[in-house]
């Protein structure tokens, strides 16, 4: 009886911890094993459920003695496919066993007869073939939905349909939908019908300031020009002219380059330090006074006195900014053709003064972004996808004023399509392709697009109406990085005219696109350092990292980022905006889009002059400040003698050296403005021709840079020849 007690008796089950030796198959969720974004990279959604399998390397049992509770973990080795592997510890309860190495012993005893199998309800072998259906009864009664058939994607059946456009999947349209784009160079036309492309001024036959003239719109310029005079004469001053205008913006730039509290300081002639200069804006021929008149009179648009009585508050301060966007975008339209890429994004330009769409006062559209590093007024614009000049500019203004200006064959359309439609249409019909981000991308952009002859790439992350993507986000990849998968849609006649694709590449991105497909682009390279050797204090190493990427990202990220370029150029290298302070948003605006200008003139200029290599933007900057303020524009150039042309240019009551005033123009003798050390009285030195004490210096010596002494020359009141000589001496050229 002992012994058949014993023979009945069931073995015991190996617990978890017995099961899980080294070497063990075990599986885990991928969300244990890595983050969440790496998770999302491989398998969209599933992201939270998807299992991954791996190897067991140690199983660690620590005994708490505070609770009296032992702490079971696993230190596994997980397989994510294509040789990627990460370990992990994990928590006993975390890990499911998947095929263990071991098993309990079957000893020959405990194997039960035929009879107790039937007994046990498990279901006869069937002599029939297996099938692929599984019989809906199991062992103890479980109920298993039977298996799904396989799926066979057909190019003639669509693989989902997404509010009325099918996609289907056909391997080979989805490489290339469309016929390529041609490369195109950007092209400027001059007012006497030149067209100038990339390398036509090696020769450097125009200027900084001539390429300046170009980026400007000549009728903003005169509009600009008439509107600040009206300001000044409504106030008493006197009116300004073109080049007194261009010396003003040559004054503006120039003072990017210095750091200063009070603008007033910049035409002090007294140095900050002994190791700086001081900037002695007098220099530049345009007086402190001069200067603040024209600031305060400044004027980009023309607004009436009076408000008209059907016109709302907003639209009335509109009219300040409202003509120079128009002319900009008029003359950019007119002369200058843009490359076989557009990319359109949005600029802010830096604002936190009064205004606000909720107040009657200054700026009437405020915008505020997290995302972006400043705040103020939003400019959606335009620019030419490869050298990054600004082509079109619009500004946000309210919902109000949007719709007002929504047209009739518009309804229907999003506002992002909408506004993409306004930034392009002036070069519509030509077959350039559109790169948009996600606030324009969406399937009905891409069909508008289409409909006015253009091509367009985009990015979809919210506006996912028609956009097969919970069809692309349920795509597993088991080698993340530059793996790509899409849908091809295709027009009434069966040719494709569309790809929805995703590419993997730090994250899923979504594409829609009617330019490219997935064909094989160059790779992205990438330079990152790397602890690759483990020991303590080994050193990093630099490796090169490819990542494959298909045509329509290669095309879209080069060209994508070029506003946010010129963004940076307009608020960090150049940067009037930080070192200007204004109270009127309208100046501030005006001053965001001329420094817009400036940054083409950079960008049209280097690619002109220097295709390859060239100065920067600094020096660009500081030279065409220098070109502005010396212009001669206005003036009647004749040929005179040289003693004429000399005296000419002494004929000046400011110092041009540091911008002092003078008691006289002209070779004169002018007193000097030092001090004695410790004492209120004029300095002294001795003359150059009788060496007596004076304290008057040759105002020609003073001019020139090149000597760095006072020259001390006696007056002539007391009858003295020492200037008369000094003069036929050391100025014969002054000498008529």
């Not at 041609?182 to 067209?195: F, H, N, V």
Request: net charge positive; with cysteine; hydrophobic share 35%.
């Amino acid at each position: 009886m002992a012994s058949q007690a014993a023979t009945n008796t069931p073995k015991r089950t190996p617990s978890k911890v017995e099961s899980l030796k080294t070497g063990a198959k075990c599986k885990a969720k991928a969300i244990c094993v890595t983050n969440l974004k790496e998770c999302s990279r491989r398998f969209g959604i599933f992201a939270k459920q998807m299992e991954v399998e791996g190897v067991v390397v140690l199983v660690k049992s620590t005994l708490n003695p505070t609770r009296n509770r032992r702490l079971n973990t696993v230190f596994a080795r997980f397989d994510f496919g294509d040789g990627c592997t990460k370990e992990k510890t994990l928590h006993m309860k975390s890990i499911e066993i998947w095929s263990p190495l071991w098993t309990p012993p079957s000893p020959l005893e405990t194997i039960p007869l035929v009879g107790t199998a039937i007994a046990a309800n498990i279901p006869p072998i069937s002599a029939q073939p297996p099938t692929d259906t599984l019989d809906s009864t199991l062992l103890g009664g479980a109920t298993v939905a039977p298996a799904l058939p396989p799926v066979v994607n057909s190019p003639d059946i669509p693989v989902v349909t997404k509010h009325g456009v099918d996609w289907y999947d056909d391997s080979e349209a989805i490489l290339d939908p469309v016929a390529s784009t041609p490369a195109r160079k950007w092209s400027l036309t001059t007012p006497i019908g030149e067209t100038l492309h990339p390398g036509s001024n090696e020769q450097k036959y125009m200027s900084r300031l001539d390429v300046f003239l170009l980026a400007f719109p000549p009728k903003a310029l005169t509009s600009l020009c008439r509107n600040t005079n009206m300001a000044l004469m409504l106030r008493g001053r006197q009116s300004t002219a073109f080049p007194e205008l261009l010396k003003f913006f040559g004054v503006i730039i120039l003072s990017t380059k210095f750091e200063f509290e009070s603008r007033a300081s910049l035409w002090s002639t007294i140095a900050p330090s002994k190791y700086i200069s001081a900037p002695a804006f007098g220099k530049t021929g345009m007086s402190r006074d001069r200067f603040d008149n024209i600031w305060s009179c400044l004027r980009f648009g023309y607004q009436p006195t009076e408000r008209p009585q059907a016109m709302s508050s907003k639209q009335y301060r509109w009219l300040l900014i409202d003509g120079f966007v128009e002319e900009f975008n008029k003359y950019m339209a007119e002369v200058f053709g843009p490359t076989e890429v557009i990319c359109v994004d949005e600029s802010i330009s830096r604002w936190y003064g009064q205004g606000g769409h909720w107040i009657n006062i200054g700026l009437p559209m405020y915008v505020a972004i997290n995302r972006k590093p400043d705040n103020g007024c939003e400019i959606q614009c335009a620019a030419c996808g490869k050298s990054g000049i600004m082509i079109r500019l619009r500004l946000v203004k309210t919902a109000e004023e949007e719709d007002r200006n929504v047209q009739e064959h518009d309804n229907g359309l999003l506002h992002g399509t909408i506004v993409l439609k306004e930034l392009v249409y002036p070069w519509a019909r030509n077959g350039r392709i559109v790169c948009a981000d996600s606030y324009f991308a969406s399937v009905g952009a891409a069909e508008e697009m289409r409909r006015i002859g253009l091509k367009f790439i985009g990015v979809v992350k919210t506006a996912t109406k028609k956009f097969p993507l919970a069809y692309l986000q349920r795509l597993p990849f088991t080698s993340p990085n530059g793996a790509r998968s899409g849908l091809v849609s295709r027009t009434e006649d069966g040719k494709p005219s569309m790809v929805a694709c995703v590419w993997i590449d730090r994250e899923r991105r979504y594409f829609i696109s009617n330019a490219y497909g997935l064909t094989p682009g160059s790779p992205y390279i990438r330079k990152r350092w790397r602890q690759e050797d483990q020991a303590p204090n080994a050193p990093a190493t630099q490796v090169t990292l490819e990542v494959p990427q298909p045509k329509v990202a290669e095309v879209y990220y080069n060209s994508c980022g070029k506003i946010d370029q010129h963004n940076r150029d307009r608020q960090d290298t150049l940067g009037v905006e930080r070192k200007l302070v204004t109270h009127f948003w309208d100046k501030r605006v005006g001053l965001t889009i001329f420094s817009m200008i400036a940054v083409n003139s950079f960008r049209m200029y280097k690619e002109l002059t220097y295709p390859k290599g060239g100065e920067t933007q600094k020096e660009f900057y500081g030279n065409l400040a220098e070109e502005l303020i010396d212009n001669t524009l206005g003036q009647v150039n004749l040929r005179t003698p040289r003693a004429a042309r000399t005296a000419a240019a002494t004929a000046s009551a400011i110092n041009p050296s540091d911008g002092s005033p003078r008691m006289g123009t002209h070779a004169h003798l002018t007193p000097t403005k030092r001090k004695r050390k410790n004492s209120n009285h004029a300095l002294q030195g001795n003359c150059k021709e009788c060496m007596k004490k004076t304290k008057y210096c040759c105002s020609l010596c003073k001019d020139n840079p090149e000597k760095s002494k006072e020259q001390w020359i006696c007056p002539t009141d007391k009858g003295k020849m020492c200037f008369s000589a000094h003069l036929q001496t050391v100025h014969e050229h002054y000498v008529c």
